[in-house]
């Protein structure tokens, strides 16, 4: 299997799946496959494992939500004591990201498909991260006044103008919250731009342990 070569060469310091896989192929068995110390997307259930548990930190934090996590602390937003409403729950951005959150010690929701009121919910976050994939679900009554969105959503909708026949929305409606938040990320070159450079990050991380270069 390629991956057990990309395993054991010590030339590579990084390894990435990407997904959504092909339907036959299992991805918790090609995620398993990963050296934990070549994780560099943070998905391994080693790396969530230790990332869920106070006192542990993972060898690799998933990069989109470690971007925006560096968002927030570039732009000295106070997270501790805050309230923080996670949108969506996927194992590669809501859950790890509302996990950092709490270890920043925020006081963190999750809003998901089978949530109550969400806008209720919402409304009474400081922090807002959105990233259920829906264009446009998060409108300006949403968000308190003053809160900081980061959007996470990246959504193709229909629009003839474009050459490609479509532009790409975030989760939220960027023009009604752009209004009311006091920070709010682009959709796109927000947090997308972010996640890259979480991932050569972590790459970078990734060849100093194996090199011993801490």
């Known amino acids: 299997m390629h991956i057990s070569k990309f395993n054991s060469n010590p030339s590579i310091h990084g390894i990435l799946v990407q997904l959504p896989l092909p339907r036959h192929m299992s991805e918790e068995k090609i995620l398993n496959a990963v050296n934990i110390e070549k994780d560099v997307d943070g998905f391994h259930p080693l790396n969530i494992g230790r990332l869920a ?3 542990r930190d993972p060898l690799f934090v998933p990069c989109t939500p470690k971007g925006c996590m560096e968002l927030l602390h570039r732009y000295e937003i106070e997270i501790k004591g805050k309230r923080a409403v996670v949108i969506g729950r996927s194992n590669i951005v809501g859950m790890p990201v509302a996990l950092l959150l709490q270890k920043a010690n925020a006081t963190v929701s999750m809003v998901h498909s089978y949530t109550k009121n969400p806008e209720e919910i919402t409304k009474q976050a400081d922090i807002v991260i959105s990233a259920a994939g829906v264009a446009n ?31 790409l929305v975030g989760d939220v409606c960027f023009e009604e919250a752009s209004k009311v938040a006091s920070a709010i990320t682009p959709v796109p070159g927000g947090v997308g731009p972010m996640t890259i450079a979480m991932l050569l990050s972590n790459t970078l991380s990734s060849a100093k342990r194996m090199h011993g270069l801490h």
Not at 141 to 158: F, H, T
């Open 53 to 55: 548990m106070q006192g």
């Open 137 to 167: 679900l998060v409108r300006g009554r949403w968000i308190k006044p003053g809160a900081v969105v980061i959007d996470v959503g990246i959504n193709p909708v229909d629009d003839p103008e474009s050459v490609r026949g479509y532009r």
